[in-house]
């Protein structure tokens, strides 16, 4: 199982899986949080899998920014300034059980003070498709942004422990900024794999160089 799950390559043929089978929760509860810095976004990472979280993505300024211009139907649940958004969804048997773990990370925002610019919470089933709308309508907008520059998956499903995802987020937009780079970043913060997309143009003449 350890040389097939992750792997993108062909590393080994499976020929026989068993599978488990489980009942899918009953109810579901969402919570948007935009944050200042990639560091308070994984310090709520943190939280929500402390508390069971069973989805919890990570989005960056740039990637939502696409969603903020072109639908503006999503508009008013994107703040203008923000580092990083953080979206956790927490499952449960009643819709109780579901709200409880966004009640628990509404409480943790509250005692962070300015740490939390903004948090949203989606407790019945039309404000969470509104909340997951905000991350699954980024990327087909990224990809047909500009005639010019285009997302190059160069540096896809990468993983870090999840303590560690601002620094390394941070790491990569320092390399980014010294290149003059424009990039999206996103992914699955629960485990610590993120998708870096540079927005570069493969018609420049030292686009193979900068990818080195």
Do not use: C
């Amino acid at each position: 199982v350890r040389l097939i799950v992750g792997s993108e390559g062909t590393l080994g043929i499976v020929t026989e899986v068993t599978l488990r089978l489980l009942p899918k929760p009953a109810a579901t509860a969402a919570a948007l949080l935009y944050f200042a810095s990639w560091e308070d976004a994984t310090r709520v990472v943190l939280e929500a899998r402390r508390l069971g979280a069973s989805a919890i993505e990570a989005m960056d300024h740039t990637f939502l920014a696409f969603v903020r211009t072109d639908r503006a139907d999503l508009r008013d649940l994107i703040p203008e300034r923000f580092d990083a958004a953080i979206l956790g969804e927490f499952e449960g048997e009643t819709d109780e059980e579901a709200r409880a773990g966004v009640a628990a990370i509404e409480e943790w925002a509250a005692a962070r003070g300015g740490a939390v610019l903004d948090f949203r919470a989606a407790r019945i089933a039309e404000e969470q498709s509104a909340l997951w709308s905000v991350r699954r309508a980024a990327l087909p907008l990224v990809y047909r942004a500009s005639p010019v520059e285009k997302p190059m998956n160069f540096i896809d499903d990468t993983a870090v422990p999840a303590e560690n995802l601002g620094a390394y987020v941070n790491g990569l937009r320092a390399i980014f900024a010294k290149d003059r780079t424009r990039f999206v970043i996103f992914g699955h913060a629960g485990n610590g794999n993120v998708h870096v997309m540079p927005l570069l143009d493969p018609h420049e003449a030292t686009f193979a160089q900068r990818m080195a």
